[in-house]
């Protein structure tokens, strides 16, 4: 019943509009894969924001209003794209608006960390369809959690039942060093020389993008969440690290070598500790999801009194959901372990303050949610470590994404890159 995506990609048959100066033959994309591609950018564009008008995909695409009205028309006339009304009045003509049909294809996100992977399916109305599922892959012990990885996936496309043409691509967010483009992660995933992404298109048949859990977050919070129109934004992703990712003059920034951001290991402290990157004293030592579940454990031990019952940390997920929950209600050995943690992020982030000067700092990840619990800790360590002219005008907010950041920057990153090349399969354009 549904129009197919890939059918109406392979569908689009019609002359070219050259621009001055433009050839076919300068590289080995011809001219009709030029035309899908710009349709998939109008697509990535309508993902993003929603709801636009052909002016607004023009301008964004940096085409001329016939060209993307004519390849928009041809989106409406397949099914993919609707015409959802009229913008409010703004004094002219109201301009008719357009969005996606949220079933045409879907996104496989995957969230990745030390311990769990959730994979679920997003639709192109960035919503969640069906359930998460979740499964144990503990990265840093098992040398085969590529392998397992990558037969979880078949079978999870396998019984969602969705054709693998509906199947936009695969974004995965995981932690660790990883090199985007040649698809490697230097920590986890150990695959040798080859590329983690090549190896699992080659067992799902589909498109698979990776990239560094704190990056992944940062970008949600850039198109979807709390960072969304900023020009410079930190956004903090409170795990069992603390991510940083860096939203510098409206984009991503990586660094020389994709490594920007490794803000968990910056020597904070001299504790003697031993980090698990191999040096000590590094902001994680004394602020980590995992070392504060480990701090609760020896207090308990220790007979702080608390209401937090059977704490184990052979389940370090369930023995961090146990200290937030008592935290947000009020429990005061809980709050104490967050507020250390907070205020020791504070004086982290009071050092990237002074080098960065951001507009907004965005705290997000797992942690976010104990939401509030963070924030006087963190201004208290900026009341005491940050030069007031510098600090004055910095917004401090907690993520209206939180714990679903790392998914929805998983689906972002397949949009993100929706209208390259690597989007032109064989298939769509036979
Ligand atoms: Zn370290």
Redesign the pocket.
């Known amino acids: 019943m549904l129009a197919n995506f890939v059918d109406n990609v392979i569908a689009f048959d019609e002359s070219p509009v050259l621009r001055a100066g433009q050839t076919t033959s300068k590289s080995s994309i011809t001219l009709s894969d030029r035309q899908i591609l710009y349709k998939k950018s109008l697509i990535k564009h309508l993902y993003f924001s929603k709801e636009l008008s052909c002016a607004d995909l023009s301008l964004l695409t940096d085409k001329s209003l016939p060209h993307t009205s004519k390849a928009l028309y041809e989106l409406v006339e397949r099914g993919d794209v609707l015409e959802s009304g009229y913008a409010s009045s703004t004094g002219g003509r109201r301009p008719q608006m357009y969005s996606l049909k949220a079933d045409i294809m879907y996104i496989i996100s995957v969230a990745m960390d030390q311990y769990v992977t959730r994979i679920g399916i997003v639709d192109m109305h960035n919503q969640f369809i069906g359930g998460q599922q979740q499964f144990a892959l503990d990265l840093s012990a098992n040398p085969n959690a590529l392998q397992d990885l990558g037969e979880y996936l078949v079978a999870f496309i396998r019984e969602s039942g969705i054709s693998k043409d509906k199947i936009a691509g695969i974004g995965i967010g995981m932690p660790g060093f990883v090199d985007v483009t040649k698809g490697v992660n230097y920590s986890f995933l150990d695959s040798g020389k080859a590329s983690i992404t090549e190896y699992l298109e080659m067992l799902t048949g589909v498109p698979v993008l990776i990239d560094n859990d704190s990056s992944l977050i940062a970008l949600a919070e850039l198109k979807l969440g709390a960072a969304r129109n900023r020009q410079n934004a930190m956004v903090i992703n409170i795990g069992w690290g603390i991510g940083l990712g860096m939203v510098l003059n409206g984009s991503l920034f990586r660094g020389e070598s994709g490594f920007a951001g490794e803000f968990?290991?910056i020597p904070l402290f001299t504790n003697n500790k031993m980090?698990?990157?191999?040096?000590m004293g590094?902001l994680?030592?004394e602020t980590s999801l995992s070392v504060i579940a480990e701090k609760a454990v020896a207090g308990m031990q220790e007979g702080r009194t608390t209401m937090i019952k059977d704490l184990s940390l052979n389940n370090l997920e369930e023995a961090f959901i146990k200290i937030m929950n008592a935290a947000v209600k009020g429990d005061k050995y809980a709050v104490e372990l967050l507020s250390q943690a907070a205020y020791h992020i504070g004086r982290g982030v009071a050092i990237l303050i002074h080098i960065m000067n951001p507009g907004l700092i965005v705290l997000s990840g797992r942690g976010a949610l104990a939401g509030r619990l963070w924030m006087a800790p963190i201004q208290q360590a900026l009341n005491e470590h940050c030069i007031p002219r510098i600090a004055e005008n910095i917004e401090i907010t907690i993520s209206p994404l939180g714990y679903e950041a790392e998914r929805l920057g998983a689906a972002a990153l397949v949009m993100e890159h929706f209208d390259e090349k690597k989007f032109l399969r064989k298939t769509q354009h036979h």
Not at 275 to 279: A, L
């Open positions: 968990s290991h980090c698990g990157c191999g040096k590094c994680e030592t």
